[in-house]
């Protein structure tokens, strides 16, 4: 993290990675009016960036009827891909979460990915009448595959930020994972305070405190209203899907000259979006 930082003003880490981050924060309603017009224009951006690295290499064509943007509040999550059904989604942003100006496209391509992957599962539905993949079912084994493949699809698009927020972004996206690990298990199994996790995460991460308390929504046993949180284990699934198997998968198959038949499986074969599936799956590459 030092490191990457070498570029910011100032001498303290801590500080300067802090001040990068008030600098660049979009929250609220201007948030709200980002989503309603920049990413709009991004999106059609990265259909084309779809086309050129990821569609090229597949035979087959997908029917893609768009992706509708919402704001909402209330939320523990930052974003979520709503999927429609009839090759339709709606993509929902928390305005009351803090999102970074210089990597806001990474969360953009992340859920338009889960867009993605949904063609290409309601195309396989429709044609082979596989109605098990209809279903959405939270903490599986196709959840670290789809959330690790949407958290890559910065590098499968070959989309890079320049070099100076870049490094600070790169590095500071594989702490915040790590750091919002360490959280869950304190929460849900060490059962520690709300105020001793949103210390430790901003002190770990270099978060402002109010939104480390934001972020312990996600990862807390219990809702807001007293019921149990499903999403409480779910922050693992991004961390190890991205870096236990499809990144290093991807790499492997761009060294070795065999994007084709990556691509191909992870979107043409759903069954192999599952850590119990994909080193079989994936043998080939």
């Known amino acids: 993290m030092k490191g990457a930082s070498v ?41 084309a960036l779809f086309q050129k690295n990821i569609f090229s290499n597949l035979l ?22 709503f999927y429609q059904g009839n090759y339709t989604s709606v993509n929902v942003f ?3 979460r803090s999102f970074n100006r210089c990597n806001l496209i990474w969360v953009v391509c992340h859920e ?34 789809d959330e690790g493949t949407a958290d890559c699809t910065r590098y499968l698009l070959g989309l890079r930020l320049d070099e ?14 790590m750091v919002g690990l360490n959280v869950a298990y ?38 807001i209203d007293g019921r149990l949180n499903f999403w409480a284990p779910y922050i693992y ?14 790499q492997e198959a761009q060294k070795k000259g065999k994007l084709k038949e990556f691509f191909e499986t992870l979107y043409l074969n759903p069954y192999s979006r599952s850590t119990s599936t994909w080193k079989i799956a994936f043998s080939q590459i």
């Not at 990675?17 to 201007?30: F, Y």
């Not at 100076?164 to 994972?177: Q, W, Y």
């Not at 059962?191 to 405190?209: G, H, I, K, N, Q």
Request: a negative charge.
């Open 237 to 250: 699934t991004y961390f190890f899907g991205r870096r236990d198997y499809v990144l290093p998968t991807f």
């Open 112 to 145: 338009y990915e889960h867009h993605v992957a949904n063609l290409f599962k309601e195309k396989y539905c429709r044609e082979n009448n596989a109605l098990d993949l209809s279903a959405v079912v939270l903490n599986t084994k196709r959840c670290i595959i």
């Open 7 to 47: 570029a910011l003003p100032g001498s303290d880490v801590s500080e300067k990675i802090l001040r990068w981050r008030e600098e660049n924060k979009i929250t609220g309603n201007t948030l709200k009016k980002i989503i309603e017009t920049e990413v709009a224009e991004r999106t059609r951006k990265m259909e």
């Open 164 to 177: 100076e927020h870049g490094a600070v972004a790169e590095s500071l996206s594989s702490l915040g994972n």
């Open 60 to 81: 087959t064509r997908i029917e893609n009827n768009g992706i509708t943007y919402k704001t909402v509040t209330g939320e523990p999550w930052g974003a979520y891909n």
């Open 186 to 223: 304190m929460l849900n199994v060490e059962s520690v305070d709300d105020e001793t996790a949103a210390e430790y995460y901003a002190s770990e991460a270099f978060v402002p405190l109010e939104e480390a308390k934001k972020h312990l929504a996600f990862s807390k046993p219990l809702t």
């Open 94 to 96: 928390n305005i009351d």
